[in-house]
């Protein structure tokens, strides 16, 4: 079983739609939780963190966390063609803050 | 431009050879974790340092790889030998000290993109 999970996509959506995107993880122990942006050839970009149960919203995003589901997901609203990219799930392992990522789901938003 | 910053940003390297990839923090930022990306692949965490310390390099390949991040200057990832297999991009993230709790958030660099030939 892979330690953190997403669904690779495509996930298709049309401009001014939610996008919804989702992540589980199998570390128990996890405490930090993060989204990253990754544009084909460029860096991963952080957009969102959450640390505890529930929903944390920021402009646009919203991260939602349930640790006894070991579940993450980023709801993206009034998406635009510049939101196109993989989204990168993120939780740390251990107790030293390393990364664990998800292989990452492309969303697509169509004009 | 208080970023992380990276360089070079493009290394090609034939087989053999020895890659030396340079990371500096973010400015009052302590911590640098080095990540890999092969091509069509996911990040993979490689090492985590501190001044003068590696706390954790349980990512790192156990031959050819090291790291260092010293008193003064930018961490360093090396790469001795390598091979066709070391061709990706090489990222490195830093983040602020540690707060209780083990929240950490961690901003990337532009990368390294590593090319063996």
């Not at chain 1, 570390?27 to 993060?34: L, N, P």
């Not at chain 1, 050839?41 to 966390?65: C, H, V, W």
């Amino acid at each position: 079983q892979k330690e953190v999970e997403q669904n690779s996509g495509p996930l298709s959506v049309p401009e001014g739609a939610i996008a919804s995107l989702n992540c589980t993880y199998s570390d128990r122990g996890s405490q930090s939780f993060f989204w990253y942006r990754q544009y084909s050839g460029k860096s991963p970009e952080l957009i969102m963190s959450i640390y505890s149960n529930g929903d944390k919203e920021d402009g646009r995003f919203t991260a939602q966390l349930n640790k006894a589901s070991q579940y993450v997901s980023l709801l993206i609203r009034d998406s635009q063609p510049s939101d196109s990219a993989t989204y990168l799930c993120a939780v740390t392992s251990g107790n030293t803050g390393k990364l664990i990522f998800g292989q990452g789901t492309t969303l697509q938003v169509k004009p | 431009n208080a970023g992380v910053m990276q360089n070079p940003r493009h290394l090609v390297r034939r087989r053999g050879q020895e890659a030396r990839l340079r990371c500096s923090p973010m400015k009052g930022h302590s911590h640098v974790y080095w990540y890999r990306q092969l091509p069509e692949e996911g990040l993979k965490f490689m090492v985590y340092l501190q001044k003068e310390n590696i706390i954790d390099e349980s990512g790192m390949p156990k031959e050819r790889f090291s790291a260092e991040f010293p008193k003064e200057g930018p961490s360093i990832l090396r790469i001795q030998q390598v091979v066709r297999g070391d061709s990706a991009a090489y990222f490195c993230a830093s983040s602020p000290q540690l707060r209780t709790g083990n929240y950490n958030e961690q901003f990337f660099g532009p990368g390294t993109r590593l090319t063996v030939l």
